[in-house]
């Protein structure tokens, strides 16, 4: 990360510009982000363990359990791990196999497109290729119509059909056949559901130089800022150096500042107003597909003695 300020006069006040250089894609190890939520006590796993959910079922191979392996992780850019079947285990990436990375064999896995439309191929020794299409009927689902396992993006439940040639259909939910849950309730379930990345960056302390404190009067920012992402502000004033730094938006701490690129916006003179130091937080969010992050170039803060 870049930071470096300008000052210059304009009209009587002082803007600083601070080059900030933020995407959350780029900082998310280094800042907050929304954790996989895991299902029980095993770690490795975020497939829920209650009973009746963690069952796919297919004709001749029967019952695929998702759980009693506890490597299973549903991600939002794919699935990790290995479920278990009385055809040995069905692996869904490459990476986690029960025997390790065999991705210089065989590259695959089972794909999430944030949204919980899934595709890609799993592995079966005994059965081969398991295709989870999500083509809808193109190329992904050679001569045939199109289909794809659904993992609910705001309920984590699995839907819809996955398919291998030489056993056929794998259901992940009973309610694929109208009236079947009646005779076997079954599905798979995760605790994973879409959610939006969030990181936070709090400036440094500029000092205005008025010793009875100064009023900020707008913010504006440049960059980027794609569908379903935002960029929002708080501000903190004090008359120290060391604080406090109290960070509030217009409505309290709870609250943001909220504009898009370019677009200057108006700050509460009544909270933000005779300090003579203060600090901003900016906050970005990613969309819930975790696809689309914002960038900010450019933060310019607008104050008047």
């Not at 290729?129 to 659904?150: D, K």
């Not at 109290?246 to 609250?255: A, C, I, V």
């Not at 690129?261 to 509460?268: E, T």
Request: with cysteine.
């Amino acid at each position: 990360m870049i930071y470096k300020v300008k000052m210059k006069n304009i009209f009587g006040k002082i803007i600083f510009i601070t080059l900030v250089a933020l995407s959350v894609g780029l900082i998310w190890g280094a800042l907050h982000s929304n954790p996989v939520a895991m299902a029980d006590s095993s770690a490795g796993t975020n497939i829920r363990d209650s009973a009746g959910n963690y069952w796919a079922w297919n004709d001749i191979i029967g019952w695929m359990d998702f759980h009693d392996t506890h490597t299973i992780i549903v991600g939002p850019y794919g699935l990790t791990g290995y479920a278990s079947s009385s055809f040995g285990e069905v692996s869904l990436d490459c990476h986690t196999t029960s025997i390790g990375n065999i991705c210089g064999t065989s590259n695959y896995q089972v794909l999430n497109d944030g949204n919980g439309n899934l595709s890609g191929w799993g592995w079966n020794d005994q059965a081969g290729w398991i295709s989870f299409c999500g083509g809808q009927g193109t190329s992904a689902c050679p001569g045939l119509i199109g289909y794809e396992v659904l993992a609910n993006a705001n309920t984590g439940i699995f839907t819809g059909w996955a398919w291998n040639d030489p056993v056929g259909w794998i259901s992940f939910n009973c309610s694929n056949v109208p009236g079947s849950c009646g005779t076997s309730q079954y599905d798979v379930e995760t605790t994973w559901v879409a959610t939006s990345t969030t990181g936070y960056l709090e400036s440094t302390t500029y000092d205005t130089g008025i010793i009875g404190g100064a009023q900020i009067n707008s913010i504006l920012w440049k960059g980027s800022q794609p569908a379903g992402t935002s960029v929002n502000f708080q501000f903190a004033g004090s008359n120290a150096t060391s604080g406090p730094w109290n960070y509030t938006g217009p409505s309290g701490s709870n609250s943001y500042y909220t504009t898009g690129p370019a677009v200057p916006l108006p700050v509460d003179y009544a909270l933000h107003n005779n300090q003579r130091y203060f600090r901003y937080k900016v906050q970005l969010v990613s969309d819930q597909a975790q696809r689309n992050t914002p960038r900010v170039d450019d933060v310019i803060v607008n104050w008047s003695p």
